[in-house]
């Protein structure tokens, strides 16, 4: 039976870099796949203002989901803005409300960035409240269910000191590699931003280190790593390994 994987990273092109050959094998496999951003990006720009850089960025986001047929959503935190405090987790969990799904992909709980950091939390802690009914956020119903919860890798596959971060498992990405490039294609306004911030040379090479890392320490080409969240009372089933079946690699 097909299942709604809903991806909510902070920023446009982070779910891409992280866990695009994933989210495409997912769509390929006919599950429904929707990419969301908390921002949409708007200060991942050098030329133009925060409003011309969100339209920019929206479409690029929009663009990128279409390549695997996928839904593109924005929750709509400012870029620097993401907290986790009361507001903030209501609107995370009347978004997940909305979206209804059966799987939720994730930032990394410790990641360079202080918007991904959040959204981790965010994300994981509005995903026990969204099946609690009178917790009340907005028109969405509460879901029946607890979402399955996973988290992507950290960018560069480290934390903050610089400490190399563990997947519980790989998803192996060869069959969907040329599609993840495809995708993140799609984000060029990252370019020249990633150039002058982030000291990225070349963006698409970048994203192409990181998987081939990924996959090499698990005895593949390229790989994607993830962990699952299964804390007090979230679902223990690995569902995301069992949807992916044969492309897993190093299940715990
Ligand atoms: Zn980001």
């Known amino acids: 039976m097909a299942k709604h994987i809903l991806s909510i990273h902070a920023h446009p092109d982070d779910a891409e870099t992280l866990a695009g050959g994933t989210l495409a094998l997912l769509a390929s496999l006919g599950h429904r796949v929707t990419i969301a951003t908390m921002t949409a990006g708007d200060c991942g720009a050098i030329e133009t203002s925060p409003e011309e850089t969100t339209n920019i960025r929206k479409r690029e986001a929009e663009t990128a989901a279409a390549v695997i047929g996928a839904a593109s959503a924005c929750v709509g935190f400012p870029d620097l803005g993401i907290f986790n405090n009361d507001p903030s987790r209501r609107s995370v969990v009347e978004f997940i409300r909305s979206m209804k799904p059966d799987v939720i992909l994730t930032s990394a709980p410790a990641d360079y960035h202080p918007d991904h950091e959040a959204t981790s939390l965010l994300v994981r802690d509005a995903c026990f409240a969204v099946s609690v009914p009178n917790y009340h956020t907005g028109d969405a119903r ?61 963006y698409i090479r970048q994203m192409e280190d990181w998987t081939r890392l990924r996959g090499e320490r698990a005895g593949i080409a390229w790989g994607e790593g993830f962990r699952q969240y299964r804390g007090h009372p979230y679902p223990q089933e690995p569902l995301l390994q069992e949807l992916l079946s044969s492309c897993v690699v190093n299940p715990k």
């Open 142 to 202: 509460p879901l029946e269910e607890i979402p399955h919860l996973y988290f992507m890798d950290p960018i560069e596959q480290r934390d903050r000191s610089g400490s190399p971060v563990l997947a519980d498992f790989t998803v192996n990405v060869e069959s969907t590699i040329v599609t993840k490039r495809a995708m993140l294609t799609k984000h060029q306004s990252q370019s020249l931003w990633l150039q002058r911030q982030h000291g990225m040379a070349d």
